[in-house]
Antibody, heavy 129, light 107 residues
């Protein structure tokens, strides 16, 4: 059964770069044909989409974060990663990695739906000096 | 960007009540809407997709409806395990967005 686990430093200083990794276990990140997401949730607040990556390396970013954000995938390690530069206190949040729903139809064609059917447990990142 | 607005923000109800949460989109999203349940300290859990399709393993007391810009999540008879925060999410494109959440509290 596929599982996701976020990892990274729990504390980042203002103006520095936040780096997180999501490790996929129980299956191959490349053979699953899945798209993967980063979602964050500031303490006591709602959910915000950060970005999306495909195993091939194709990415989509939230425009509000775009220039500070880089997502990447390492198929050899079965991981995908997130880097957010120039962080401020507003970037303090629980960061989740998640998988988008996908399926193959009766003709074998791949379809992806942009909702999230599998989530990691999340990791809290605090931005503070 | 598509903005999602949920109402109410907080809902107080009792076990056995029927409750409905509304989610409105700033433009038409057809039926590209999902609902999630989140409990404190946990990741969101998928309940409903494509506005009204129940995710496997989710109790049938949960149902979704609507299309276009207005959607509902209904719980037919509240159980103690249902007190949580609920989020809608539009997926009209890869640029997804969430409602601000509705906290369902015990009255």
């Amino acid at each position: 059964q596929l599982q996701l686990q976020e990892s990274g430093p729990g504390l980042v200083k203002p103006s520095e770069t936040l780096s997180l990794t999501c490790t996929v276990s129980g299956g191959s990140i490349s053979s699953s044909s899945s798209y993967w997401a980063w979602i964050r949730q500031p303490p006591g607040k709602g959910l915000e989409w950060i970005g999306t990556i495909y195993y091939s390396g194709s990415t989509y970013y939230n425009p509000s974060l775009g220039s500070r954000l880089t997502a990447s995938v390492d198929t050899s390690k079965n991981q995908f990663s997130l880097k957010l530069t120039s962080v401020t206190a507003a970037d303090t949040a629980v960061y989740y990695c998640a998988r988008y729903r996908h399926y193959f139809d009766s003709s074998g064609y791949f379809h992806n739906d942009w909702y999230l059917d599998l989530w990691g447990r999340g990791t809290l990142v605090t931005v503070s000096s | 960007d598509i903005q999602m607005t949920q109402s109410p923000s907080t809902l107080s109800a009792s076990v056995g009540d029927r409750v409905t949460i509304t989610c409105r989109a700033s433009q038409s999203i057809s039926s590209w809407l999902a609902w999630y349940q989140q409990k404190p300290g946990n990741a969101p859990k998928l309940l409903i997709y494509k506005a009204s399709s129940l995710e496997s393993g989710v109790p049938s007391r949960f149902s979704g409806g609507g299309s276009g810009t207005e959607f509902t999540l209904t719980i037919s008879s509240l159980q103690p395990d249902d007190f949580a925060t609920y989020y809608c999410q539009q997926y009209n494109s890869y640029s997804i967005s969430f409602g601000q959440g509705t906290k369902l509290e015990i009255k």
